[in-house]
């Protein structure tokens, strides 16, 4: 089995916005998908991992994208894994067309936690550590790793919002996507209409739940980049812990 | 080519809820997108549609399950066109699993509009009514019909949310799929836990637009029976309009 690999998604007419190209948050999913697909297939996905108490969390994702496929488009999520250390590994992505086009890039960054006691697991104990056998260093991602998402203290509330049932994933978690689609939904469609997304990073920095009630607050750090970060806030407790940090950085269309 | 679709489609994991089942609304989209690939595919989609000025509209889905399809499941959505009128047709669905299981069905009322006017269209004068010839009659699609869906004065008002970038659709109004995920968030994960949704209904009435303000009322009509009317305000004129009526039907697990 080759390390990279390759999984066929299509840009569907309701998973694109007004411009009719794919939607970041989808994009995000098809990246999830594949990452999912990719471990499973080599033996070191959920499907090994869940009964043996133990399952991955993406603690980072980032993208660039030159452009987003079409409504319609067939593109490939191409995925392999860069390097895996103890506690963490680094996993790429290229989004490539039918045709060849390059669509852009991901990085992400995993951990391995212990499904009870969610604590990190030394990933070079699972299967003798045979996760390195697929590590593919070859393969270009020509793009910035995330770095530490910077904020200063003078980031705005902009909004806060209470969490549904739609936001809840299997693992009874607020949905690693709809952090993504709840960001992006901090800007104006006429923001969209006169920038395309060209950076998105996401750091998730703690769990949150049905319930927590989710506040973000936003900055804008250079001319078209914002720094956003969501805090929850404990509906019993009113305890407020910091949950995600993301950056997005807009390019002029 | 048959006169039924049908597409295969996977109950991905960040489709499915916290019972790890995949959520109503993603289900809506395969389905809008079964209609899709089967209308373009025998020439009467939006691809012969749009250069011609017209497009399809959504009025009516309904759909019942028996099940909904775990997490990584394999499935077909089947669809057909049962009957076709002067302004509109409608349209079945079939939900079946790779192994014959049979999940549920749907059904759906279409009208075709003039993309510019918004005026109904003769479906009967698009390729002189060929549409007639895929008409299946055969096929049992053993659920009611959508009926009116009948709400006292007494709805009680339980949110009101902003519209937002990833609430927008290709033609610029808000996402059939996501006033489906809107309606379904008016109930607490406790309520999903005890029940699961075994007929979902949404009459569409009007458009909404990003930016206009979306009230909910909520109305028990009988046990574990609600409907949901969705009011668009005006941002601008303070003006409400109905844009939705749905009914969900909620049964013990």
């Known amino acids: 089995m080759d390390k990279v690999g390759k999984y066929l998604f299509m840009s569907e007419p309701f998973h694109c916005d007004f411009s009719k190209r794919l939607f970041m948050g989808h994009l995000g999913n098809h990246m999830l998908n594949a990452a999912d697909f990719h471990s499973s297939e080599r033996g070191f996905g959920m499907t090994y991992l869940?009964?043996?108490?133990?399952?991955?969390?993406?603690s980072r994702l980032a993208i660039e994208m030159e452009e987003m496929p079409e409504q319609y488009t067939r593109f490939y999520v191409e995925t392999w894994v860069e390097s895996a250390m103890r506690y963490f590994t680094n996993r790429n992505f290229r989004v490539v067309g039918e045709d060849g086009t390059i669509y852009g890039y991901g990085r992400s960054v995993w951990a391995m936690i212990d499904t009870g006691t969610r604590q990190p697991q030394d990933i070079m104990a699972v299967r003798d550590g045979e996760i390195v056998n697929w590590i593919e260093t070859e393969k270009e991602c020509p793009m910035e790793k995330g770095s530490r998402v910077r904020m200063s203290g003078n980031a705005e509330l902009v909004r806060t919002i209470d969490t549904h049932y739609n936001d809840v994933d299997v693992n009874g978690h607020i949905n690693s996507?709809?952090?993504?689609e709840h960001v992006l939904d901090l800007f104006s469609l006429d923001n969209y209409r006169e920038n395309r997304i060209?950076?998105?990073?996401?750091?998730?920095?703690?769990?949150?739940?049905?319930?927590d009630r989710l506040s973000f607050f936003r900055e804008e750090t250079a001319d078209g980049?914002?720094?956003?970060?969501?805090?929850?806030?404990?509906?019993?407790n009113l305890k407020e812990v910091e949950v995600c940090r993301s950056k997005i950085v807009f390019v002029k269309k």
């Not at 869940?50 to 993406?58: A, D, Q």
């Open 177 to 180: 996507v709809k952090y993504i």
């Open 50 to 58: 869940n009964p043996i108490h133990k399952t991955w969390v993406l």
């Open 198 to 211: 060209g950076r998105f990073e996401i750091a998730y920095v703690a769990e949150s739940y049905y319930g």
């Open 225 to 236: 980049e914002y720094c956003v970060r969501i805090v929850k806030t404990n509906p019993e």
